[in-house]
């Protein structure tokens, strides 16, 4: 009885919260690293996660195989969470931000508007949970320089609330 008791607890330690992330793979690029026996090769996965209730991240791993790769990703990216403030399913101003030669712009948008975005920041707004936003890329086409600069958008956005209190 003391042993299915153990087990028990053992199981409901291990319960997984990875149901609540949403998944997306941004972009997946083999690459070369060359060594004095010749060429390896390996795979480099950029994913990007989030709960759609204000939370996104982005990892960007290697591997051996595709698979490998995108699981290191996923792990980076449950590490490196960013907190998006909202108002009314939208962002509380505009933003542009750069980081590195991409530039990103961000507008709140009316409702029912909804995610007005091209390429791979489209995906970050979404797995946000932003509902009613507009975004252009300005800056390099880089899929991976353009979601560092949103989720860096996205961080750099203040809560309405905490400005007033600031000010005050």
Same mark, same amino acid.
């Given at each position: 009885?003391?042993?299915?008791?153990?087990?028990?607890?053992?199981?409901?330690?291990?319960?997984?919260?990875?149901?609540?992330?949403?998944?997306?793979?941004?972009?997946?690029?083999?690459?070369?690293?060359?060594?004095?026996?010749?060429?390896?090769?390996?795979?480099?996965?950029?994913?990007?996660?989030?709960?759609?209730?204000?939370? #996104?991240?982005? $990892?960007?791993?290697?591997? @051996?195989?595709?698979?490998? !790769?995108?699981? +290191?990703? /996923? =792990? %980076?990216?449950?590490?490196?969470?960013?907190?998006?403030?909202?108002?009314?399913?939208?962002?509380?101003?505009?933003?542009?931000?750069?980081?590195?030669?991409?530039?990103?712009?961000?507008?709140?948008?009316?409702?029912?508007?909804? #995610?007005?975005? $091209?390429?791979?920041?489209? @995906?970050?707004?979404?797995? !946000?949970?932003? +509902?009613? /936003? =507009? %975004?252009?890329?300005?800056?390099?086409?880089?899929?991976?320089?353009?979601?560092?600069?949103?989720?860096?958008?996205?961080?750099?956005?203040?809560?309405?609330?905490?400005?007033?209190?600031?000010?005050?």
């Amino acid at each position: 009885m003391a042993e299915e008791r153990r087990t028990r607890n053992r199981d409901n330690r291990h319960e997984r919260k990875d149901d609540e992330f949403g998944q997306k793979l941004i972009d997946i690029a083999r690459v070369t690293r060359v060594m004095a026996g010749g060429k390896r090769m390996s795979f480099r996965a950029c994913v990007v996660i989030g709960d759609r209730k204000g939370h #996104v991240g982005m $990892g960007l791993k290697k591997g @051996a195989d595709v698979a490998v !790769a995108i699981n +290191k990703a /996923v =792990v %980076a990216a449950k590490k490196s969470l960013v907190a998006v403030h909202m108002v009314d399913d939208t962002i509380p101003a505009r933003i542009v931000v750069k980081f590195k030669a991409a530039r990103v712009l961000l507008k709140p948008a009316r409702k029912g508007t909804g #995610v007005i975005a $091209g390429g791979a920041i489209r @995906a970050v707004l979404d797995l !946000a949970g932003v +509902k009613n /936003v =507009v %975004a252009k890329i300005l800056g390099s086409k880089s899929k991976i320089n353009n979601v560092r600069a949103a989720l860096l958008a996205l961080e750099r956005l203040k809560d309405p609330r905490q400005l007033r209190e600031m000010r005050k």
